[in-house]
């Protein structure tokens, strides 16, 4: 493996990045019929590194992410996946080839957990390695227990999707997609299904695997999670990657008027106690004074160490601004 060095320019991830790249896409570009959805977009990924993908409904977050283990056909570029290289558009025997090398090196979570309801969680962990890989059913079980002990779930082995909650669900499927031993893991919105209180334990198995030095790209709208755990946030919209940087950047400075404009609308969205605690209100709606305070909401709570305590809800990026400002302090841009 090529030396590691320090995750560049992001203080906020723990692990490291090395120099080896697992990921190199060119030029990517999707149509769905008429329907333009990938319109050329680049992405290397380095090892161990990982890549949050946020953007608004239709922007192409999941195409891109299907594209890349091929369960689209993407239209024209090139991916390479672990030292695999396919040139899309291409489909003689050795593009079906090594389609197939590359979908074994992606594991994929998906929003709705795609679990086999007739399988228990040791069974849903056990059939890729065992049809697929291969392995020996003895092995591969073995291997499913370690996998479901260490996201959490040593004493429901035996239990069928039906038995678990929607954070156990995900957490088998986090297993599954483990056991084929992928060199990259594509999550799409993987705590967007989830009750509240349930996503903090399935961010917690992805904060974990980043940790052990997992390749990951995520789609997903937990600016927490963004904040702590991502090397690199991009921003896509209308097909195209518009922004990328560490979450320091985009959260905090961004800098094209969509991502401005995007972030205005998510976070009262999808977090609307904590957007209205920074002042930060929907874009059409009028913007507090901005002599108030930047940390002074129009609820008037001010930020203390208490509502900065990380809790199960979904985060947003409170601090770690690069001088311990909040993103986007309301009335500093036009939009
Ligand atoms: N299988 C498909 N067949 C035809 N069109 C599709 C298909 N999948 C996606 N599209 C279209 O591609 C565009 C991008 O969809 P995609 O699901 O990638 O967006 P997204 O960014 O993941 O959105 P969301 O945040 O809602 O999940 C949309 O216009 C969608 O209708
Ligand atoms: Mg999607």
Redesign the pocket.
């Known amino acids: 493996m090529a030396a590691s060095e320090p995750t560049a320019a992001s203080g906020a991830a723990q692990h490291t990045v090395g120099r080896e790249i697992v990921v190199d896409v060119k030029e990517l570009q999707k149509y769905?019929?008429r329907?333009h959805?990938l319109k050329g977009v680049d992405l290397q990924v380095h090892k161990g590194e990982v890549i949050v993908l946020i953007?608004?409904?239709?922007?192409?977050?999941?195409?891109?992410l299907?594209c890349l283990n091929f369960l689209?056909d993407p239209t024209t570029g090139e991916i390479e996946i672990g030292g695999v290289h396919v040139v899309c558009g291409s489909h003689g025997g050795t593009f079906k080839k090594d389609v197939h090398q590359i979908r074994m090196k992606c594991g994929m979570v998906f929003q709705e957990f795609n679990l086999f309801p007739h399988k228990d969680a040791t069974e849903n962990v056990t059939e890729g390695p065992i049809l697929v890989k291969r392995d020996k059913k003895e092995a591969a079980i073995q291997k499913a227990q370690a996998l479901l002990t260490k996201v959490g779930l040593a004493d429901r082995m035996d239990f069928f999707p039906s038995q678990l909650s929607g954070g156990q669900k995900q957490r088998v499927a986090i297993a599954r997609a483990m056991a084929m031993d992928p060199v990259l893991m594509l999550f799409?919105?993987p705590t967007s299904a989830l009750d509240p209180e349930l996503i903090g334990e399935v961010l917690k198995v992805m904060r974990d695997l980043a940790a052990q030095g997992m390749t990951m790209i995520v789609?997903s709208h937990e600016m927490g999670f963004s904040r702590d755990v991502a090397d690199r946030v991009v921003y896509?919209d209308d097909g195209y990657f518009i922004e990328q940087g560490p979450p320091s950047e985009v959260f905090f400075h961004p800098k094209d008027d969509r991502t401005k404009r995007f972030l205005r609308h998510i976070l009262p969205e999808k977090e609307p106690e904590h957007a209205k605690e920074l002042g930060i209100v929907e874009v059409d709606q009028e913007l507090p004074d901005p002599d108030a305070g930047l940390l002074q909401g129009p609820v008037g709570g001010a930020l203390n160490e208490d509502n900065l305590a990380d809790t199960a809800m979904p985060e947003i990026p409170l601090s770690g601004g690069p001088s311990g400002e909040t993103p986007l302090p309301p009335g500093n841009e036009e939009l």
Not at 55 to 64: A, M
């Open positions: 769905f019929g329907n959805v953007g608004p409904s239709g922007s192409g977050k999941s195409t891109f299907r689209e799409d919105e789609v896509m």
